[in-house]
């Protein structure tokens, strides 16, 4: 197992005999080395959660270049995240979120489109695994602050890099089909913008910690549900609704298509397309109880130049392909597409979900 020096000095004057790693959540410190903040160990068989790190999983997960992610929280001992019905929870000071993206890579070290291992008794097994980049999000007493770091290509460890990265990728898709692109790894800032959920204050928030994404059957857990399974064991508190608001997941052929298509929106889009947030000036909003012309449906768009693909409307129903939403989202120009930022590719299994959506709808835009 891989430990800085600086922690194993302080574990061995601490007299400390096992060499356990402790998560910390860091007052002002932005430390160099992700393995500072002891929120799990890596060796070449197995990432190791240390005590009290949990790992939890979203209905529907925003799409990265079909990278998948291990998504943790850890909080002070003795010290819960309360409940809001519609908003990210509150996380107490000193608490630590972080959300590492990996790969499953081929023989010849192409990232495969494969599902996300499963986290058992705390560890997630990285046989052909290459893991990319770790994104923490720390709450201190000033509010959230978010943190890029890059993994070593020896993988024991990932470095700060507040520029970000551009990491030269192949994806293999599941029918033999190969895509070269590049991995882009978002600064600091750029991380910042995207969670910065209301354009006014600015203030930092998570994004999937909110009820509807995380009450879904646990992963990690058996025979819980995930939101019962944090206030089981006193990591969740407050008055929860029941029962409380849920997003469909999206890959569920037995879901409603327009649920699923919905929580993929809200999921993908809803953090800057909503009243407050960085998009509010477009006047499109893909939060879950939005409707009309504030979902898109037969909008004509303000300001969007490039963004239309020559289309008129953000949804013209029962016609996707005259449809300004479908068409940001399935390109990858880069003055047109949607999300702007945390993809270089298309989502093609997402956009034929919309397109669905869409072409299901009646009527038309006059």
């Not at 500072?36 to 070449?44: I, L, N, P, R, Y």
């Not at 998009?279 to 009309?292: F, H, V, Y």
Request: negative net charge; proline residues 7%; contains cysteine.
């Amino acid at each position: 197992m891989r430990f800085i020096v600086a922690l194993l000095t302080v574990f061995t004057l601490a007299g400390c005999a096992d060499e356990k790693i402790t998560p910390r959540g860091f007052a002002t410190e932005n430390p160099d080395r992700l393995s500072a903040w002891g929120m799990f160990d890596v060796d070449a068989a197995a990432l190791r959660l240390s005590d009290g790190v949990a790992p939890y999983d979203l209905a529907t997960p925003l799409f990265s270049d079909y990278a998948q992610k291990l998504r943790t929280v850890w909080t002070p001992e003795g010290a819960p995240a309360i409940y809001n019905a519609t908003q990210a929870f509150d996380f107490p000071v000193g608490t630590v979120v972080t959300k590492t993206f990996y790969y499953p890579v081929a023989e010849d070290g192409a990232a495969m489109q494969a599902p996300s291992r499963t986290v058992s008794n705390g560890e997630m097994a990285l046989d052909n695994i290459r893991l990319l980049e770790t994104r923490i999000l720390v709450r201190r007493a000033d509010g959230w602050h978010a943190l890029p770091y890059i993994w070593n290509a020896e993988q024991t460890d990932a470095v700060l890099k507040r520029t970000g990265d551009i990491i030269p990728t192949t994806l293999l898709r599941d029918d033999g089909r190969r895509k070269d692109f590049a991995y882009i790894v978002p600064n600091a800032n750029q991380c910042a913008a995207c969670h910065a959920t209301n354009a006014t204050t600015k203030e930092i928030q998570p994004i999937g910690l909110k009820a509807r994404h995380l009450n879904k059957s646990s992963a990690f857990a058996p025979a819980f549900n995930q939101l019962d399974h944090w206030i089981a064991r006193g990591a969740l508190v407050g008055d929860v609704e029941t029962p409380a608001p849920r997003n469909a997941v999206w890959t569920d052929a037995d879901a409603p298509v327009a649920a699923r298509a919905r929580a993929y929106l809200d999921i993908n889009c809803s953090h800057c397309h909503n009243p407050r947030g960085a998009a509010d000036t477009s006047g499109l909003n893909l939060e879950p109880d939005a409707a009309g012309p504030a979902l898109g449906l037969c909008k004509a768009p303000i300001a969007a130049g490039r963004g239309t693909g020559g289309r008129a409307f953000g949804i013209v129903p029962g016609a996707p392909e005259r449809s300004i939403t479908h068409y940001r989202m399935a390109t990858t120009d880069p003055a047109a597409m949607m999300p702007e930022l945390g993809r270089a590719l298309a989502h093609e299994e997402g956009v034929a979900l919309i397109g669905e959506w869409i072409a299901a709808m009646d009527g038309g835009c006059g």
